[in-house]
């Protein structure tokens, strides 16, 4: 197993010496602290990849072999770190002595340009290692995983999402759950002041693009006076989402934090509109401040079938805010996983049997999860020749077991254009 070989490999040593070395200000003279600095930073991540190969339950063949090439690579850097360091402490020395600087034979091994040129060349060439080293982990399906990851149920902020659409994108799998939620929203027998439905599904089953399906279908628009997208994220606090909802509905007014002041703004947009609210990607499983947030929307005076949307992977997190029935998405087809395919590759049906044929295979391999085919879509559509379908197909990726790893590493590969 790979954790057997993580015993014998000391990066956090590594580490300590490169972040020494960078830090003493001889080494400025030497003309590559930039080099150093790009090490430690690459074994920082390496660092964190080797972490996830040691949470592996049964390690692949493939994981062994990368672990000890990895463990051959750093025991080249700590003896070019040996080195450096041994150089540094020899000049300390002779500033000490006061010596003065002699006229040294340009060929010699002590020459200070010969040294730098020497060692410069050995770091960036483990640097280059280290490149291709990480290239190889996400092949064989390794993440970063850091060993203070935020506790579980709560993972780092992504990127913000927003309520647009790409352009020509088309929703697909999905048709009959937006209907149903859409007629569920615009009936008029929903005269509750403020309902909740949460959207409920694992990573990469489409969550975000269900809701903003929902928020921007024409009928949501003809029946709410207002409309508000706002991505949550870990950042469950009441006054930033208050303060979010301020600035969708009245841009450059966010920058109020008094909640007082907050509240009697929104109050001038929301009282007798009836609105729709998208809150996305929520994490919060704390009751009481989701209470908090609902006491604070109710004193809003906003019409009567006014709605919340929350889209969030953790049932807990819905049991704590719904007040209608959720809707917990399922998989697609493969049918459905290759149209993904096809759209996002710019691929038509017959232009190439041999492809088609590989790229429905491709398809079966998604899970049914729509985020992995949009991912391996985009990808194929730089690929034009059966070859790199067939090296999409044949990746290693697919013997990790489908779930969160799986999804990630596809998402790891989209940046090394999966060789």
Request: glycine share 6%.
């Amino acid at each position: 197993m790979a954790s057997e070989f993580l015993l014998t490999f000391g990066a956090e040593g590594v580490l300590k010496k490169v972040s020494s070395l960078v830090n003493e200000q001889i080494s400025l003279a030497w003309g590559f602290k930039g080099d150093l600095k790009k090490l430690g930073e690459s074994l920082s991540l390496i660092q964190n990849m080797l972490n996830d190969a040691a949470e592996k339950p049964q390690a692949l063949e493939a994981v062994e072999g990368w672990v000890k090439k990895l463990k051959g690579i750093a025991d080249d850097a700590d003896n070019v770190l040996d080195e450096c360091n041994y150089e540094v402490l020899r000049r300390k020395v002779e500033l000490q002595n006061h010596m003065k600087r002699k006229v040294l034979n340009f060929l010699s091994a002590s020459n200070p340009i010969i040294f730098r040129l020497k060692m410069a060349n050995r770091i960036k060439h483990i640097n280059a290692s280290l490149l291709d080293l990480k290239s190889d982990a996400s092949l064989i399906g390794l993440i970063e995983r850091r060993i203070d990851a935020t506790p579980q149920g709560v993972r780092p902020d992504r990127d913000p999402t927003d309520s647009m659409f790409e352009r020509d994108e088309k929703v697909i799998g999905r048709e009959g759950v937006v209907s149903k939620i859409v007629e569920s929203l615009t009936n008029s027998n929903n005269q509750q002041n403020l309902s909740v439905r949460a959207i409920v599904g694992m990573p990469g089953l489409g969550k975000t693009t269900l809701a903003k399906t929902v928020y921007n279908n024409t009928a949501i628009a003809t029946h709410f006076h207002k409309k508000i997208w706002v991505c949550v994220s870990n950042t469950f606090e009441v006054d930033f989402i208050l303060s979010q909802i301020l600035d969708s509905l009245r841009p450059g007014k966010a920058g109020i934090k008094n909640r007082d002041a907050l509240l009697k703004s929104l109050q001038e947009e929301l009282t007798e509109k009836r609105y729709i609210l998208i809150l996305d990607d929520v994490w919060n499983e704390d009751g009481i401040k989701w209470e908090s947030l609902m006491s604070c929307l109710s004193k809003l005076n906003s019409a009567p079938g006014s709605n919340i949307i929350i889209t969030t992977r953790s049932a807990k997190v819905a049991s704590i805010s719904e007040t209608l029935t959720r809707c917990e998405l399922d998989k697609l087809s493969n049918d459905e996983c290759w149209s993904i395919l096809k759209q996002r590759a710019l691929f038509s049906d017959g232009n190439d049997p041999n492809r088609e044929r590989i790229g429905k295979e491709i398809a079966k391999k998604c899970g049914g999860v729509p985020l992995v085919a949009k991912v391996l879509g985009g990808m194929m559509r730089t690929k034009n020749s059966t070859k790199e379908w067939l090296s999409i197909q044949a990746s290693r990726i697919w013997e990790l077991p489908e779930g969160d790893e799986r999804i990630m590493s596809v998402l790891k590969l989209s940046f090394q254009n999966l060789k």
